[in-house]
């Protein structure tokens, strides 16, 4: 089984918050809005990383990350893009990409708030991990770890801490 730290919009923010859930992963899922280059070349250094850039991104996270993932691991097909919206309510650019990939897991940040949902219209499991940095109005701190495991989506764990 393969574990997955998941976060997005940390907006420039590393800390022991995020820092201290790393070891217990096999890699590192960033949803966008990184912030800087500082905190891709730091996740780099500690586990494999897979992000897309952000609305907030500058031109050296841009050039690092691309706009969207589409990619298999152990047998779950992903998609990541920073804003796609939501089940019911998923942006053009995340309904194009959808169909054109067709995820089981599809991962979007932006919001700032935290969602889990299954999409029984596209037959997948949305995560927004909500925001790890402290930048936004979130008052709570939020990242998702969970496996991946011959097909299956396991272990799902909600990560807080409060700003």
């Given at each position: 089984?393969?574990?997955?730290?998941?976060?997005?919009?940390?907006?420039?923010?590393?800390?022991?918050?995020?820092?201290?859930?790393?070891?217990?992963?096999?890699?590192?899922?960033?949803?966008?809005?990184?912030?800087?280059?500082?905190?891709?070349?730091?996740?780099?250094?500690?586990?494999?990383?897979?992000?897309?850039?952000?609305?907030?991104?500058?031109?050296?996270?841009?050039?690092?990350?691309?706009?969207?993932?589409?990619?298999?691991?152990?047998?779950?097909?992903?998609?990541?893009?920073?804003?796609?919206?939501?089940?019911?309510?998923?942006?053009?650019?995340?309904?194009?990409?959808?169909?054109?990939?067709?995820?089981?897991?599809?991962?979007?940040?932006?919001?700032?708030?935290?969602?889990?949902?299954?999409?029984?219209?596209?037959?997948?499991?949305?995560?927004?991990?909500?925001?790890?940095g402290k930048?936004?109005?979130?008052?709570?701190?939020?990242?998702?770890?969970?496996?991946?495991?011959k097909g299956?989506?396991?272990?799902?764990?909600?990560?807080?801490?409060?700003?």
């Amino acid at each position: 089984m393969k574990k997955i730290l998941l976060l997005s919009d940390t907006h420039g923010t590393l800390d022991d918050f995020a820092l201290s859930y790393l070891d217990d992963a096999d890699e590192i899922w960033h949803a966008g809005d990184v912030g800087n280059m500082k905190v891709v070349e730091t996740l780099e250094k500690i586990k494999p990383v897979f992000g897309v850039f952000g609305n907030i991104d500058d031109a050296g996270v841009r050039s690092a990350w691309p706009e969207y993932q589409c990619f298999e691991r152990e047998g779950v097909k992903v998609l990541i893009l920073h804003i796609g919206g939501y089940p019911g309510r998923y942006t053009r650019r995340a309904k194009s990409l959808i169909r054109e990939c067709g995820p089981d897991l599809f991962i979007a940040g932006h919001s700032h708030i935290l969602k889990v949902m299954y999409d029984e219209k596209n037959s997948l499991l949305y995560i927004n991990p909500g925001a790890a940095g402290k930048s936004g109005f979130h008052q709570v701190r939020t990242m998702v770890r969970f496996g991946l495991d011959k097909g299956e989506i396991k272990d799902l764990e909600i990560i807080e801490r409060k700003r």
